[in-house]
């Protein structure tokens, strides 16, 4: 089956560093992945959607500016946390489609960031 | 390889009657379980969790259901309504909090 990876699944970092997370499509391309937040225990939080080629689409509410995503190709989108602070701690998932606009994703195993 | 699966991507029931959404998993130490529901266009919103102590829980109409020696469980819907028609993802995890593992989703039509 289709699998998407995340790199690294935990770091730990100082506050004010910023913190790169990557996320792959392994066997399938995807034009479109999604970034979440999880929330302990339960909510999961769409943040944006990554374009291939094109800027990705933010949620309300999330800082364009503080979480950066780059689609650079087919397979790999990347969330890049800058100046994180502990209260950015939290899980980051990505999930990616087979089909543009299908509704089967395929969720990454999650990044744990820990900001010191 | 897939941790969770969800062998159906699709279902459709009629409105008013139950609709069962399956899940099942190969890991035998993952103890919390969570099913989402997601609209298009929308991220998936938590909807139910059921964990490993027990073997049902319930929420107004959803109720999830766990069966341990089986690595299943699933998701009864009663009655359905047609706001109901969303794709629902499952969910698991081992340390209640930690890495979570989804299932591809089913995608349930109520026709009404």
């Known amino acids: 089956g289709a699998v998407v990876s995340q790199h690294p699944s935990w770091v730990i970092c100082k506050s004010g560093t910023s913190v790169k997370i990557e996320c792959r499509s392994l066997d399938f391309q995807a034009t479109t992945m999604f970034w979440y937040r999880q929330f302990p225990k339960q909510s999961l939080m769409l943040m944006a959607t990554?374009?291939?080629?094109?800027?990705?689409?933010?949620e309300q509410g999330v800082e364009k500016d503080k979480f950066l995503i780059n689609h650079a190709s087919l397979t790999l989108s990347t969330l890049t946390v800058t100046s994180a602070h502990p209260e950015d701690s939290s899980f980051y998932i990505c999930s990616a489609g087979r089909v543009q606009g299908g509704e089967t994703q395929y969720f990454g195993p999650g990044t744990r960031l820990l900001v010191l | 390889d897939q941790q969770v699966k969800q062998n159906s991507p699709s279902l459709s029931v009629q409105e008013g009657r139950i609709s069962i959404l399956n899940c099942d998993y190969t890991n035998s130490m993952f103890d919390y379980f969570l099913w989402y529901k997601k609209y298009p266009a929308e991220g998936p919103t938590f909807l139910i969790s059921i964990s490993s102590i027990k073997d049902k829980n319930e929420d107004g109409r959803f109720t999830v259901f766990l069966n341990k020696s089986a690595k299943h469980l699933s998701l009864h819907i009663v009655p359905s309504q047609p706001g109901d028609s969303a794709v629902y993802f499952c969910a698991a995890s081992q340390n209640t909090g930690n890495q979570f593992y989804f299932g591809t989703g089913t995608s349930l039509t109520v026709i009404p």
């Open positions: 990554s374009n291939e080629g094109s800027k990705a689409t933010y």
